[in-house]
């Protein structure tokens, strides 16, 4: 059976759509919240995914109130995940409109880029 990529519409009858957690389940665990939801993602949005997580998110935060930099609690580190998770769903879907708006047709840009 055929799987389609939610985010980038890649379809795959070779199992390389999967459905993924949106937050790992470890972190959730941690937190003590149930499994995430899921979405079917191909191997190549999981690996960029994968790199965002790796990239943007900090598990360290500064606390105004102590003053300090403490580590985020379980419940913080879901928020993290998902919104990361949410930013990357935006930034998947604007790529792929900027690619099919593409061949529509002469929306050039009329500023003065070139002298
Ligand atoms: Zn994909």
């Known amino acids: 059976m055929a799987e389609t990529c939610e985010l980038c519409s890649y379809t795959s ?3 390389a759509v999967e459905q993924c957690p949106i937050v790992p389940n470890d972190i959730a665990q941690a937190a003590g919240m149930p499994k995430s939801q899921t979405m079917r993602m191909c191997c190549n949005c999981r690996r960029e995914l994968d790199t965002w997580f790796k ?3 900090a598990k360290m935060v500064y606390d105004i109130g ?3 930099f403490r580590y985020r609690t379980g419940a913080e580190m879901v928020e993290e995940y998902q919104s990361v998770f949410n930013a990357f769903v935006d930034y998947r879907r604007s790529e792929l409109n900027q690619t099919e708006r593409a061949p529509l047709g002469p929306q050039r840009e009329t500023g003065g ?3």
């Open 66 to 68: 102590m003053r300090q």
């Open 13 to 15: 009858v070779l199992g």
């Open 113 to 115: 880029q070139y002298p």
């Open 55 to 57: 990239a943007k998110i």
